[in-house]
């Protein structure tokens, strides 16, 4: 994964909370101007000062650490997110090929699911192994029994749907 620049970072963060460089100047008690934190973000300015980047962490609502390890290029640590699929993936050490590429085609089939914004596929697996799999009993682990039975109605909708139009 590429490291996300200062400016890169300052822009996703604004964009994200909606903050102008505006609402980060009064965020920071005026200790970072609104030219220079849009000056930031375009990668005009690349190196401010430890005052500066301060007043910007303060400005866009993140901890001092961060920012500073943004600008000096470090390796961001995992998100969460990121972390609990990692270990997820390192319990996967002595899995066969055969489990292995079953993990990935579930992953990648809820990830294709999810950007279209729908549960729909993670509901078909669920569905599917409703009776006999693990992939039931780590899901009934993370969702209450009520988000099941929705993820997997969601499913039989869509199930329904796609029917009725090649019918």
């Not at 604004?14 to 009064?26: N, T, V």
């Not at 089939?109 to 409703?130: E, I, P, Q, Y």
Request: with cysteine; hydrophobic share 35%; proline share 3%.
């Amino acid at each position: 994964m590429q490291q996300e620049t200062l400016s890169q970072y300052v822009a996703r963060l604004m964009s994200e909370k909606q903050l102008s460089g505006y609402d980060i100047q009064r965020r920071s008690c005026d200790g970072i101007s609104q030219s220079y934190t849009n000056r930031i973000k375009n990668g005009d300015i690349t190196n401010p000062t430890p005052e500066k980047l301060k007043a910007l962490a303060k400005g866009l609502g993140v901890p001092e650490e961060e920012l500073f390890r943004v600008a000096r290029g470090a390796e961001s640590p995992p998100t969460d997110f990121e972390a609990q699929l990692l270990a997820t993936a390192a319990e996967a050490a002595d899995w066969t090929a055969e489990e292995k590429r079953f993990f990935i085609a579930v992953v990648r089939t809820v990830a294709a699911g999810m950007r279209h914004g729908s549960v729909h596929a993670f509901g078909g697996a669920l569905d599917a192994t409703r009776e006999s799999s693990v992939v039931f009993l780590e899901a009934e682990k993370v969702f209450t029994d009520s988000e099941m039975q929705k993820i997997i109605d969601e499913h039989k909708r869509h199930q329904k749907k796609d029917k009725q139009k090649s019918a």
